[in-house]
């Protein structure tokens, strides 16, 4: 076999085995306001305990004073406060525990989830 079509190959399948794994990663919702309101949900439920792994994490800003954090083991993302632009990331969960919150609120909106 050629370089050419060996180079060919390893890259179809990386496409066929890498690309629809990225694609298939379990996802969370993190939605915060309007009001004093914060939640993160799977598969429309609240999140109590998840398994250790790579997550796309979906948070939606619904209000200028308040922002979404989620932080815990390895793990620090947020949306601004300010804005209301939706964000989109790949988050590694290990075991611990994890807490979202809104950083100007915190004492009357977050809440917790273990990982294990």
């Known amino acids: 076999m050629t ?4 180079a060919f190959s390893l ?6 085995f890498v690309l629809p794994a990225h694609a298939a ?3 969370l919702i993190g939605v915060v306001g309007p009001g ?3 939640s993160l949900k799977k598969a429309g439920q609240p999140v109590k305990t998840l398994k250790p792994g790579r997550y796309t994490l979906a948070l939606t800003d619904r209000s200028r004073e308040h922002n979404f954090r989620l932080k815990g083991p390895g793990v ?5 406060i300010g804005g209301l632009q939706p964000k989109v990331v790949t ?3 290990k075991k611990g525990t994890y807490k979202f919150l ?3 609120h915190e004492l009357a909106m977050s809440g917790s989830f273990r990982v294990g």
């Open 76 to 80: 620090n993302v947020a949306t601004s």
């Open 25 to 27: 990663l379990p996802k």
């Open 11 to 16: 890259v179809v399948l990386a496409a066929v």
């Open 102 to 104: 809104c950083d100007p």
């Open 36 to 38: 004093f309101d914060i």
């Open 3 to 6: 370089r050419s079509r060996l």
């Open 91 to 93: 988050v590694a969960l």
